[in-house]
């Protein structure tokens, strides 16, 4: 279980017994309540620290991360990062703290280290997070407060759920977002507008009073828990609790005013509260507890969207990194990056669009009675002057600067398991370096930087480390080409922590897991698949253990629809073994044997099958037709002849499903192993009056239809069109027949044509049309031997031989002599 925490919740107040700090000569101990992730809480909460200068910095988060918040001030720490903790015997028991440039706790980290000053967490341990997240079996967000599993505001349930002390909750209580109910207040209807105008859009730094922000949001937050009560179920308490010891432990050792503490907002009427220690140790009593682990991570801007699931996300990170970011004239900067982007993407932007789009900003703005131009100012801006009205490029701005595609980075000094510095490694050593920004990437095998690179994808795949998804191969009689698309995601640090159990290396640890994986393994497919695998990922000392596994399986497997199933990834297996150097004779092997006893069963087990099976098999039967096309040399070259048999029988076989005898005369068409005459002949038996209509569109879906299989349906059903379109006998029988079939009888054939014909290319449907429309069937004009759709009668070879001189040029035949014709050209060239 993974989940993504939030620090705390997003907005909070004093409450009494501690003193806030709202001005200069106030004293008492500096309770910053913050909404996480927000520009405005981050420049002010710099702005009090500035002035306060505390002793220490107290800030929400869990205690483990201590050690780890020296990093924070190193040149090779880029935010967005994430500090995550993970359970040493479950690695994928998880949770993430995600912290941001324009995260207030992160510039409260930040001012701490540039002063000097100590800076501590003071949340519940992760230990006891994750443990009680395993309690909950899979609670949302463990140790965040119920509000922010739900939104960054936070929703907390109606006053009188949730007793003090004793984790009793209504479970019905009516959940409300403070935000919300504080901008209703103000008589604003959209949350993040109120909180836009009243914090982001905010004057500098320097205003009057640094504290007063944080006192009046303080005051709110109490008003809100005095009517809607304290909240959350028995761990939020708790985390309260915990967050008060190590208040009154800072507060003791370096005084009241020594203190600062960055905390959501929520929480502060909490700090605030006169409880005993006593009462607060007795809500810790007795909590359960695991070995963790921690460290930082890189974020994404879009894993902090809240369109991600993360609880306390937001809707513009990458508009909010750039209000924090930039030092002036926030509107016109946006705009820019704007146009540049537009203009990446060859729009035309200029710097009047610019201009415009700037002033009627600010126009909307005014209007709308608002401080300061905002997102949704900006982007009705953008959409009128530099869109033209159109929604559709408001897509790709929203996607890489609204939220954008920004990935963090972290100092190699932070702790890692050992197949994630392996990993990394790995990375630069091939040069390719992880990117949220989703992108394709093309492999020539032949190369060994590229294969390389392949085998890492793999590899890291069998470990369930999805960095990259291999694409579907473009038409190609080769194999030493992949595309993959790669985008890195958080998450995986956690999918690598777990991965580490079966090594210290990407190689070792993938090869753990394919030998226990074949070990395991109950069905023959899976372990054909499993092979496949391990030759694209080049683990050698896997495929000995693999190979056991697929003879024992095989061996007493007599299913021969399995064995049809297993039979194509062995074959495909064999082929990448050539472009990648691997040793396949004891696959080869195991293939061949496959292959016979599937030549040996299939015909009795085509036998008799309803339509469902029948449709199953005749996958089956394109498969195993591909593979033996596959088997190299000394493997295939024996079978291709048992193989023909075998298509034979079952194309003349009454008592086989129409479909599969379709589907075996197409193939043996195909291979030139049945004459046209022939395969006319079984057409004509196949639609003769006396089978049934739905037989006959079962021949004909098998015999013109497409090849199964994902990728392949759409080329192949095209080319058994074309079958009809250059032998008008074959599409004269079609035509008879269908012409023949009752009114009653079409209504049953009509969707097994429909699913036939509708695979054809539009070109190829309407050649058929026009044939069928001219007559062939009915004794019309026979097509010029030369003729093409699209071309006229016949062949003009004065028209011909004109092209003559210019090919002799291209293929190197200028001294054949003389002038000639289209025959002494092939003559000459050979």
């Not at 988060?61 to 020296?70: I, R, Y």
């Not at 009680?132 to 936070?154: C, I, R, T, Y």
């Not at 006192?215 to 708790?238: I, Q, S, T």
């Not at 074309?722 to 969707?751: I, K, Q």
Request: with cysteine; charged share 25%; hydrophobic share 45%.
């Amino acid at each position: 279980m993974t989940t993504t925490r939030a620090p705390g919740a997003a907005s909070g107040g004093a409450g009494a017994g501690t003193a806030v700090r709202s001005g200069s000569g106030a004293g008492g101990p500096l309770l910053l309540g913050v909404r996480h992730h927000g520009p405005g809480s981050a420049r002010a909460v710099r702005a009090a620290l500035d002035a306060a200068a505390p002793r220490v910095v107290l800030i929400e988060g869990p205690p483990e991360g201590d050690a780890l918040l020296a990093l924070a001030a190193d040149e090779a720490m880029r935010p967005p990062v994430a500090l995550l903790a993970h359970a040493v015997d479950d690695p994928g028991r998880a949770a993430f703290w995600p912290l941001a440039e324009f995260s207030p706790e992160w510039v409260a980290i930040r001012w701490a280290l540039a002063h000097d000053v100590p800076a501590r967490f003071i949340d519940l341990p992760a230990a006891h997070s994750l443990a009680l997240a395993a309690a909950d079996d899979g609670a949302v967000d463990v140790g965040v407060h119920a509000d922010e599993a739900e939104s960054e505001a936070g929703s907390v349930p109606a006053s009188g759920c949730g007793g003090e002390g004793d984790g009793s909750r209504d479970d019905e209580s009516v959940r409300i977002d403070p935000l919300a109910v504080l901008a209703e207040a103000a008589g604003y209807d959209d949350p993040e507008r109120w909180w836009e105008d009243v914090v982001e859009h905010r004057g500098p730094d320097g205003a009057d009073d640094p504290f007063a922000p944080f006192a009046a949001v303080a005051e709110a937050m109490g008003a809100l828990r005095e009517e809607y009560g304290d909240g959350g179920p028995r761990r939020d308490l708790v985390r309260e609790a915990h967050m008060r010891l190590q208040f009154r432990a800072a507060r003791k050792e370096f005084g009241d005013d020594g203190v600062a503490v960055v905390c959501g907002a929520w929480h502060v009427p909490a700090l605030g509260r006169k409880t005993t220690v006593a009462a607060d140790r007795a809500l810790l009593k007795g909590l359960p507890k695991v070995k963790t682990g921690m460290t930082w991570v890189p974020w994404t801007h879009r894993r902090l969207a809240r369109d991600s699931g993360y609880g306390a996300g937001i809707d513009s990170p990458g508009w909010y990194g750039h209000l924090f970011g930039v030092p002036d004239r926030p509107v016109e900067r946006w705009l820019t990056k704007v146009a540049g982007l537009l203009r990446e993407e060859d729009r035309t932007v200029s710097s009047a669009h610019v201009i415009e789009a700037v002033r009627l900003a600010g126009t909307l703005a005014a209007m709308r009675g608002r401080p300061l131009a905002g997102l949704t100012e900006t982007t009705d801006a953008v959409r009128a002057v530099m869109c033209e009205g159109s929604d559709v490029p408001l897509g790709l701005i929203h996607d890489r600067l609204i939220v954008g595609e920004v990935l963090g980075e972290v100092p190699d000094t932070a702790p890692a398991v050992p197949l994630q510095r392996d990993l990394t490694a790995l990375q630069r050593t091939l040069r390719l370096k992880p990117e949220a920004l989703e992108r394709e990437l093309d492999l020539d095998l032949r190369k060994e930087l590229d294969a390389e690179r392949g085998r890492l994808l793999h590899r890291l795949r069998l470990l369930g480390i999805d960095w990259g998804e291999p694409l579907v191969a473009r038409p190609s009689t080769g194999t030493f080409r992949e595309s993959w698309r790669l985008r890195w995601e958080p998450e995986l640090y956690v999918r690598v922590a777990e991965a580490g159990v079966w090594g210290t290396t990407v190689l070792s640890a993938a090869t753990a897991k394919a030998e226990s994986r074949a070990l395991a393994a109950t069905a023959l497919a899976e372990i054909t698949a499993l092979a496949e695998r391990c030759l694209l990922a080049a683990l050698p000392d896997a495929l000995p253990v693999v190979m056991r596994a697929l003879a024992d399986r095989a061996a007493l497997d007599a299913d021969v629809g399995r064995l049809a199933q297993a039979l194509p990834a062995l074959a495909r297996s064999l082929r990448y073994g050539d472009v990648r150097s691997t040793d396949t004779g004891a696959l080869g092997d195991v293939a061949a044997g496959l292959a016979e006893r599937i030549c040996v069963g299939l015909p009795p087990a085509c036998a008799g099958l309803d339509a469902d099976g029948a449709a199953e098999m005749r996958g089956h039967l394109d498969g195993v037709h591909t593979a033996i096309g596959l088997l190299p040399d000394g493997h295939g070259r024996d079978l291709a002849g048992r193989w023909g048999a075998v298509l034979r029988t079952l194309a003349g076989r009454d008592t086989v499903p129409g479909v599969i005898r379709g589907r075996a005369a197409r193939l043996l068409l195909d291979d030139g192993r049945l004459a046209e005459d022939e395969a006319a002949r079984l057409m004509g038996l196949a639609l003769s009056p006396g089978t049934p209509p739905t037989d006959a569109a079962a021949w004909i879906e098998g015999f013109v239809g497409g090849v199964s299989g994902a990728g392949r349906q759409q080329a192949a059903s095209s080319a058994g069109g074309m079958l009809l379109v250059h032998d008008e006998r074959l599409l004269g029988l079609v035509d008879a027949w269908l012409t023949g079939v009752s009114a009653e009888a079409f209504t049953d054939v009509l969707p097994l044509l429909r699913r036939t014909f509708s695979a054809y290319e539009p070109g190829v449907r309407r050649t058929l049309g026009e044939l069928v429309a001219r007559g062939p069937a009915n004794g019309g004009p026979a097509a010029p031997e030369a003729a093409a759709p699209g071309f006229g009668p016949g062949l003009d070879e004065a028209r011909a031989d004109a092209v003559l001189p210019v090919l002799r040029l291209l293929l190197g035949a200028e001294g054949s002599g003389g002038a000639g014709n289209s025959d002494d050209l092939l003559e000459a060239t050979g």
